[in-house]
DNA sequence: CCTACCGATCGGTAGG
DNA sequence: CCTACCGATCGGTAGG
């Protein structure tokens, strides 16, 4: 019998609504085990015990651990995806709206509990070929925000290369700084990302 | 009874020479792997019989798979150091010796059997804390191979920001290539190398 | 969601 | 370096 429940399951429904509650916390240190130990090391049970369940319980909501990852980057990337687009929106000038996904894109790869889409960064390759077709077409959108942002920018001359690769080397540049930003530093996610905006387009009097 | 062999033997000494050799090839086959599948989906057994070994037989070699990761990321790294000094040694100016680390730096990590240093960068969570101060000392030296070269640069007024964080957006824009450059692809490592300088620095008619 | 469990796999070892 | 093996752990399931 299908013992799991559907992983499509968003929480709206009424009746569901603490089962969703489980599953969404589930999610959610699920996202930061992988994080922190990555996904082969974080075995199913310690997931379930830091949710607070037997170590059976966790496929009472998911299928297989593999559509427990899936489920952490999708929904983290989704998330993501709609605060960059808000980010963004509505922004006066290229020069605004990029400081805004830089800033917004920081925030989301190192913020306290913020784990999903470093998940998505690091743990790509545990994710079965069979999943990975639906996390790539959010990455898609994601992505296209960026390039017209990039695109802009360079309309005014702020940037050299507004292509796909001159997107990956910036790209590159915040994503890496995952790997050395320390929540309890002297460098706040602000101060880095006006640090990442003055490299990439120059001094305020520059402008 | 001591039945490994110790790690440091690097192979110069004529009696110890099929030895060190089929240490070697465990070296490189468990590079390949662990930068494949990653260091905790790799199993030892996948190790031996890619080295043509049976399953116990690496342990003959290597005290434990966490020493094997450790030589992998050591011996990678202490050769990348020494790629490096060598590609900056005598360049006649700073946007030279700049275009050679560059060269060299990507070729280090993404030309195929170069697995060593991607497995640094990419599982440096699963070598354990023992192991790390060894390695740390490696990359420091490494690191400052490039903050010297940033310096020059600055000097000569070819970047704006030749500070420890400038040089982690470098590094991270460099690195991050290795996430989607492909070998089969139309973007060779020179070229990548040539756009990514043309990206710091500006096109050639600015210099 | 829990209890109780299974089959498979894994790192590592004894002895040769 | 091989053979043979052990203890531990792991993803997942049956039945409730």
Not at 140 to 146: F, G, I, K, N, S
Request: proline share 4%; charged share 30%; aromatic share 8%.
């Amino acid at each position: 019998m299908a013992r799991h429940r559907d992983g499509q399951d968003n929480g709206t429904s009424v009746s569901g609504n603490e089962e969703s509650n489980r599953r969404a916390e589930l999610v959610r240190v699920a996202g930061r085990l992988f994080r922190e130990n990555g996904y082969e090391a974080t075995p199913v049970r310690d997931i379930a015990a830091a949710a607070g369940m037997r170590s059976g319980s966790p496929f009472y909501h998911f299928k297989s651990k593999q559509d427990l990852l899936k489920a952490v980057m999708a929904e983290g990337l989704n998330k993501a995806l709609q605060e960059l687009t808000e980010a963004v929106a509505g922004k006066p000038s290229a020069i605004e709206a990029f400081r805004a996904i830089v800033r917004t894109h920081l925030a989301i790869i190192l913020e306290p509990g913020a784990d999903f889409v470093p998940v998505l960064l690091y743990e790509w390759r545990s994710l079965a070929c069979d999943g990975r077709a639906e996390i790539v077409a959010i990455k898609d959108r994601y992505e296209a925000v960026w390039q017209d942002v990039l695109r802009d920018l360079k309309r005014e001359g702020l940037i050299r290369d507004d292509s796909p690769i001159g997107r990956l080397f910036v790209f590159g540049a915040l994503n890496w700084v995952a790997r050395w930003y320390c929540p309890h530093g002297s460098l706040s996610i602000d101060a880095i990302a006006d640090r990442a905006v003055e490299f990439f387009i120059g001094p305020p009097n520059r402008r």
